[in-house]
């Protein structure tokens, strides 16, 4: 549902439209809603349709996106391939496609603030053209799905890969 801004505030424009993420205009007891797509929560008074009247007496839901659950070292294996999603890394880009060369953990007892000890596991994963193991994230990873795309995928790392090896020895 498109609306038309009827009164200027910090950051909308008088006259401009917008888009509806959700409408709570039902109730008689107290004023509407309307949640303006990357914006936030206004009063129906500021808002009218496109046509100039007053918005609807309805409740348009929010329809929630499907949350990612993070991916768990115990589901990867040698020869995975990960998408990065995270720029924190030196050595890899955000959006960038890697295969997994070596998976690796290391236990360490530790002592907790009341003296008594606990085991540490640091997970490490090591890909192919990257030269560090780094320590393994699971929010920072995406799992390439199918056997299908794994394939697509493996036929275009390697192509990028002997691009890059191309360029490295022209330096």
Request: aromatic share 12%; net charge positive; proline share 2%.
């Amino acid at each position: 549902m498109v609306v038309i801004c009827k009164k200027a505030t910090m950051k909308l424009v008088k006259g401009l439209p917008y888009q509806v993420v959700a409408l709570e205009n039902s109730k008689r007891d107290r004023i509407g809603r309307v949640w303006i797509k990357d914006i936030g929560w206004y009063t129906v008074n500021n808002f009218e349709t496109t046509d100039g009247k007053a918005l609807p007496k309805i409740d348009i839901a929010h329809k929630k996106e499907n949350i990612e659950e993070p991916l768990e070292f115990s589901q990867l294996s040698k020869g995975d391939i990960l998408i990065c999603k995270s720029d924190s890394y030196k050595s890899l880009v955000k959006g960038g496609m890697y295969k997994i060369n070596e998976l690796s953990s290391v236990s360490k007892q530790k002592k907790n603030w009341s003296g008594g000890t606990y085991t540490y596991i640091e997970n490490y994963v090591k890909f192919e053209g990257v030269s560090r193991k780094l320590m393994f994230s699971s929010w920072r990873f995406k799992k390439v799905p199918t056997d299908q795309e794994k394939w697509h995928l493996n036929k275009f790392f390697m192509m990028h890969q002997t691009k890059l090896q191309e360029q490295i020895l022209e330096i």
